[in-house]
Structure formats: C-alpha cells, structure tokens
C-alpha cells in the first residue's frame, strides 16, 4: 500500500516545483548549498524544533501571497499533509530555482507523512474486510454485466428512443349532422393508441441518421381525420392499422454553419432552422394546429427530397440570430414515370419551402414562402379550403408567424400567433366556384408550471383554412373555428396525462349543414365536441 500513494503524491509535488525543479545546465554537486537543503527538510527525530522547521500554516511564510498561482496547492501540502519546512528566515523561496537535492528533501518528507495516513488505511480495511470483500464481488458482477451487454448491444452508434401514446375519447356534436345525407355520427368513445420508435444513428459524431417506425390503429375512430369530421384529426392519431411502417427516413450533416439533409421519406417543415412556433411544445391536440396557423406553407404529406438551413453556431444563446432555409419534398419521388411523378416534374407533386426567421429562444419572428404543385396537399381546413391542388393548378403561399415566452414561470403565458394565405394559379378549364384563394390563422397560450412544477396548460383557437375567394367573383361563407383546451399533468419523467376538449364550429365551412333536406344549401347549425385523456409513455 505504501507504493500507490506515493505515486499518487509524487507527481503533485514534482509538478508544484515543475517551474523550477531543474538546476541550470551543467550544474555540479559541489555548486549545490547543502545548508539549505538541511534546513528545508524537517528532522522528526529532534527534540526541540525551531517554529520555521515545523510549518503548519501557510501564513507562517513571510513571502507566500494569495495571488501567488500555487498559494493553494502549496496550502494543501502544508495544512493537511504537514510536509513542507521553509527556511529558517521565515521565506519559501518559491521563485528560485530547486535543485534536485532540495526536491528530493521535499519528496522525502511528504511521503514520510502519507506513510502514517497509509497505516490508518490498513488498519480501516482490516476491520471493514468483509464489506469491502463484498463490494469487490459486486463491482466484478457489474463488470461481467457491462462486458456481456457491450457484446450483445444494439449498436454502437444508433440511439433507440420510444414513445407510447393512448388516448381514450370521443365525439358528439351540436346541432343537425345530417350532413350530405350521412346519418351514422361516429359518437362512441373509443380507445385508440400510437406508437413511435426513433432511431439515432450518428457516424461522425456530428451527423445524423434518423429512422422512425410508427404504428396504430385510429383508423375507424372519430379521430382519424377520415371519418365523419375530417378536422377532428388528433395529432397523435394513426392509421396504419396496427401495423409497423417505416414513416420518416433522412440523413443531415453540418458544414460549417450549415446543416444539409437528404430525405427519402420526410417533410419540409422538419429541415427549418427554427420552428414557428412554441405552442404545446409540438404536443398538439388538433393536427391542425401542426401546420401554425399557416396551412399552405407548412401544410404537407411525406415524400422524398432534401434541404438545408443555416444558422449561426455559438455564442450567448440569447443573442438574437438569424436563421435560414429552404427544401424541396416530392410525393411521387419514387415514380419513374414523368407522366405520374418524378422528382422536379409537373406530376411529382412536389413543394418547395422558404423560411427566414429572426430570434432567439424567448422571441422569435418568421416568414415562410411555399410552392405547391397540382395534386399536392396544402394542410387541414374546411370540405372547400382544405382541398389539395386541383389538377392543372399550382399555388403560392405566404406565412408570417411569431411568438413570446417569458423567461419565467407566471400566470403570463407564453403565446404563439401565426397567419397564412395560399393563391391558386387556375387552369382555364377549372369551373365557377372552385377556391381561387384561401387563408388560415392560429393563436396559441400556454402557462407553464401550472398549479404544480412541470406541468403545463394550453389554450388554442384557430381559423382553419377557409375559401376567401373564388372563381366567378362570389363570396363564400366558407369561415369556420376551432379551439381546443387541454392540461399536462406529469407522473413521471416519462410518463404525463393529458386531459383534453376541443370544439370546431362550423367544420365544413360553407357546406355545413348542407344535405338533400336543404337543397345542398349549408346552415350554421352544425358543430363537433371532442373529449379525450391523452397518456403518453416515453422510453
């Protein structure tokens, strides 16, 4: 036991004399004051000891300061370790140079001392022999258990992060549902569940790899988007019938203040610079919410492409910077025919999205640009609104988006806004009546640490995407809303709870209400109530 703390002491008192521990070159035993040398070591043995022999605090030296660079390392050897003699002037002399004798003489010394702290060692594993018998055993146990999990290891640069989401609800609705003869409301409380697996994998250490699997089964339930309320869509809906399917696949890597991503299965929104919002944390309720307020831009469906955005690395976080970028996604990527996709063709279905955004993480302020082809969907909104690209179209989109947190907890909440119009370039061939134009907005509160530390309440109300124009100069009563009220209550770090309702007035917009009772001639008296407890399990 001696040998390891000396070793461990030795290479602390060789680097405090590391300045100067070596004799000029050339330097010869003779040359050396062997006085000093005596007087700095401590005789132990001696029966009187004169106070500069026997130093017990630092304070003794007479040319020791504290802004000396080795003041507390020189400290430390002398008050707890007791080891180190000054000169019988009551001086260091930590500026001169230390011969090799006089290091030796201070290597000595100390590790006379550490050889008393070493018996107290001995004598303390003597007594605790058994328990440190036992810890051994265990530290080898885990040793064997690290070893066989390294071997047997998923991978050694993939990540596996999961989520579990199940969430038990339903629908009912106010006013006549007989909409366009459909006399079957999907009012039942169902229990319906998504699950997401992501894998990470990064080579570099810097790029990324990102895989994700997901499954569920939403299909058949009044949340699927596809059933008697399209906007009833949960953002945690899905339905893939309870099967496993390979649903986001991209590869990013840094260059400088860039990041490049190359997506044979993704969408734009997630190659931004900096999202648009902060509301709900992308922990929406609605999936309309999803799209920010601004449909035709950050409204889309899967496809392959790729992207890039910039924006200053480092720095104070809370500097304001800019951020930019830009991608390009096409649904029919895969198809090699030009007549029916392709990548850059008129039939990839394809879109293109800008985004220039200004912030930091308590503010930001963005605008978004999209191209949208024929046949490509722009986002959630009324039967009218809501509708993809009609065939021989194109459309333009513009989105302005903001929010605002404050840098504390408080009854003020945090608030996301955001707004969009999308202009359709019709073929001439398109009849009276079909949206020319239409627009969305969202406005998003959200109070952190309500009633308890982590937990959250959030508030949304939305115009979902409406006709504002149409071919043929007439004004739709296309205008519709929804709100949706919910509150997080975490269990666990992994676990939370999420009671939820939501509202949408008027889903159908202009054709509310329409059926063959009334002609096809909408009404006002339609609107749909969701209820539902959202329980999410991360791992």
């Not at 998003?444 to 071919?471: C, H, M, S, Y």
Request: with cysteine.
């Amino acid at each position: 036991m001696k040998c390891f703390p000396r070793l461990l002491v030795a290479p602390v008192l060789l680097g405090l004399a590391a300045p100067a521990v070596l004799p000029p070159a050339g330097a010869q035993a003779t040359e050396l004051n062997l006085d000093d040398v005596s007087a700095y070591a401590v005789d132990e043995e001696a029966e009187s000891v004169d106070p500069f022999d026997q130093v017990t605090s630092i304070s003794q030296f007479s040319d020791v300061y504290p802004t000396d660079w080795a003041y507390q390392a020189l400290s430390n050897l002398i008050e707890r370790y007791g080891c180190v003699a000054g000169y019988p002037d009551g001086t260091y002399r930590g500026g001169r140079a230390m011969t090799r004798f006089e290091a030796a003489a201070l290597l000595n010394a100390c590790l006379d001392r550490i050889t008393e702290v070493t018996d107290e060692l001995k004598r303390l594993m003597k007594e605790f022999e058994k328990e440190l018998a036992i810890l051994r055993g265990r530290v080898d146990g885990l040793e064997a258990r690290v070893g066989e999990l390294e071997a047997t290891q998923f991978s050694t640069t993939t990540k596996l992060s999961g989520k579990a989401e199940m969430v038990l609800g339903g629908t009912s609705y106010t006013g006549d549902y007989d909409y366009n003869d459909l006399d079957d409301p999907q009012e039942a409380t169902s229990f319906i569940y998504r699950t997401t697996l992501n894998l990470n994998t990064s080579f570099t250490s810097k790029d990324l790899l990102y895989t994700r699997l997901r499954s569920g089964n939403a299909q058949d339930s009044a949340f699927s988007g596809k059933g008697y309320v399209p906007l009833a869509l949960l953002d945690s809906a899905n339905n893939n019938d309870n099967t496993v399917k390979l649903d986001k696949l991209w590869y990013q890597f840094p260059a400088g203040d860039f990041t490049f991503y190359v997506a044979p299965r993704a969408e734009n929104y997630y190659f931004l610079s900096s999202q648009p919002t902060i509301y709900n944390q992308g922990r929406f309720i609605l999936k309309l919410f999803k799209w920010r307020g601004a449909d035709g831009v950050y409204g889309h469906s899967s496809g392959a492409g790729g992207g890039f955005n910039w924006k200053k690395r480092g720095g104070d976080p809370m500097q304001p910077r800019l951020g930019i970028s830009a991608s390009y996604i096409a649904r029919e990527a895969e198809d090699g025919n030009p007549n029916t996709g392709g990548i850059g063709t008129d039939n990839a279905e394809g879109k293109f999205v800008a985004q220039v955004a200004y912030g930091n993480p308590q503010w930001q302020i963005s605008a978004g640009y999209a191209y949208t082809q024929q046949a490509m969907t722009l986002g959630l909104g009324t039967t009218d609104g809501g509708a993809g690209v009609p065939a021989g179209a194109d459309a333009n989109s513009l989105a302005v988006n903001g929010y605002w947190q404050p840098l504390r907890s408080s009854w003020i909440p945090a608030v996301s806004v955001g707004y969009g119009v999308t202009w359709l370039n019709l073929d001439g061939d398109a009849p009276d009546g079909t949206r020319s134009q239409s627009m969305s907005w969202m406005a998003g509160l959200e109070w952190k640490d309500a009633f308890a530390e982590r937990n959250r309440l959030g508030f949304g109300i939305a115009g979902p995407q409406w006709v504002t124009e149409q071919k043929g100069g007439d004004t739709p009563d296309d205008g519709n809303m929804a709100f949706e009220l919910w509150y997080e209550f975490r269990v666990t770090d992994n676990i939370a709870v999420t009671p939820a309702l939501f509202y949408l007035s008027r889903p159908f917009g202009q054709e509310t209400g329409s059926s063959a009772e009334t002609g096809g001639v909408g009404t006002d008296s339609f609107g749909t109530l969701g209820y539902l407890v959202r329980t999410t399990f991360r791992f």
